[in-house]
Nanobody, 122 residues
Framework: QVQLVESGGGLVQAGESLRLSCAAS????????MGWFRQAPGKEREFVAA????????YYADSVKGRFTISRDNAKNIVTLQMSSLKPEDTAVYYC???????????????WGQGTQVTVSD
């Protein structure tokens, strides 16, 4: 069974950094686009970042551009989200997401992790 497991969430102060990781259970993911979404309390889940199967193309929401960086290590089946200059509005549950295709489809992929909480205090 395909599994995505996130880690690295926590509580930080505004301006600090945090790194999220997503470990995939199968080699299948080395051929798939992968990304991150987030959901804040009372809000819909929103796109954060995505990368193509080989990591050559990366996509970001305007709200995180210049502060977050997505990367992947296909040898280890891991995707990371490096988050810098965090703001209270970045507080949300962050979900790892994977597509069956090699390229980002501008809509959520088929596979989800369980989510990891990120809380940014003032």
């Amino acid at each position: 069974q395909v599994q995505l497991v996130e880690s690295g969430g926590g509580l930080v102060q505004a301006g600090e950094s945090l790194r999220l990781s997503c470990a995939a259970s199968e080699r299948f993911f080395s051929n798939c686009a992968m990304g991150w979404f987030r959901q804040a309390p009372g809000k819909e889940r929103e796109f954060v970042a995505a990368t193509t199967w080989n990591g050559e193309s990366r996509y970001y929401a305007d709200s995180v551009k210049g502060r977050f960086t997505i990367s992947r290590d296909n040898a280890k089946n891991i995707v990371t989200l490096q988050m810098s200059s965090l703001k209270p509005e970045d507080t949300a549950v962050y979900y790892c997401n994977a597509w069956r295709t090699a390229y980002y489809q501008y809509s959520p992929g088929e596979y989800w992790g369980q989510g990891t909480q990120v809380t940014v205090s003032d």
